[in-house]
């Protein structure tokens, strides 16, 4: 199956600080990737929808400038988190859609930890 | 977008057959429905999908009726690493909105 990475796999920061955390599919091209955040013991939260070449879509309750996303490329999006603060502490994931035969299936990552001191 | 509603936890034993419901009554007639499993501290991993009736793969089984409104994902003879959060999402070629998934516990 298709195959997304994330870099770093985790990440501690001192608060105030900008972390950008990468998100590549590998073997093939993101149309659309996903950005999502998960707190401990709690489901997938939906935090954007990048298309390549296009402003990100952020859902409701998401600060677009705490939280930047670019998807320069058909096979790279980032995440920035600035000006990070403890409670943006979390595990991010990623997922993307890209221009296979199974569309409607998305592909994620392993996830980053983000801990912010 | 289709809300979906799955038990908020299970328990098993191992070897046997474990089957979890998903409904989710306003599914629209372009969204497929998904399921995906996810370990701790890992990504999801997807498990299978159809559109209809039943389809089949080598780890899983999806039922899904005539009228769509509800998924039953079934997991023969699970194992102890079966242990997993199993998420029901339903949608087209647009995002995907998880809800609370399925805490499957297998014990020996």
């Known amino acids: 199956g298709a195959v997304v990475s994330q870099h770093p796999s985790w990440v501690i920061c001192k608060s105030g600080t900008s972390v950008k955390i990468e998100c590549r599919s590998l073997d093939f091209q993101a149309t659309t990737m996903f950005w999502y955040r998960q707190f401990p013991k709690q489901s997938l939260m939906l935090m954007a929808t990048s298309n390549e070449g296009s402003k990100a879509t952020y859902e409701q309750g998401v600060e677009k400038d705490k939280f930047l996303i670019n998807h320069a490329s058909l096979t790279l999006s980032t995440l920035t988190v600035t000006s990070a603060h403890p409670e943006d502490s979390s595990f991010y994931i990623c997922?993307?859609?890209?221009?296979?035969?199974?569309?409607?299936?998305?592909?994620f990552g392993p996830g980053t930890r983000l801990t912010v001191l | 977008l289709a809300k979906t509603t799955q038990p908020i936890s299970m328990d098993s034993y191992e070897g046997q057959e474990v089957n979890i419901t998903c409904s989710h009554n306003?599914?629209?007639?372009?969204?497929?429905i998904t399921w995906y499993q996810q370990f701790p501290s890992q990504g999801p991993r997807f498990i299978i999908q159809?559109?209809?009736t039943k389809v089949t793969n080598e780890v899983a089984s999806l039922f899904i009726p005539a009228d769509r409104k509800s998924s039953t994902l079934s997991l023969p003879r699970v194992s102890l690493s079966d242990t997993a959060v199993y998420y029901c999402l339903v949608g087209g070629t647009d995002k995907l909105i998880f809800g609370t998934g399925t805490r499957l516990q297998v014990f020996p």
């Open positions: 306003n599914i629209a007639t372009n969204d497929y």
């Open positions: 159809g559109y209809k």
């Open positions: 997922s993307a859609r890209g221009r296979l035969a199974g569309q409607n299936e998305q592909f």
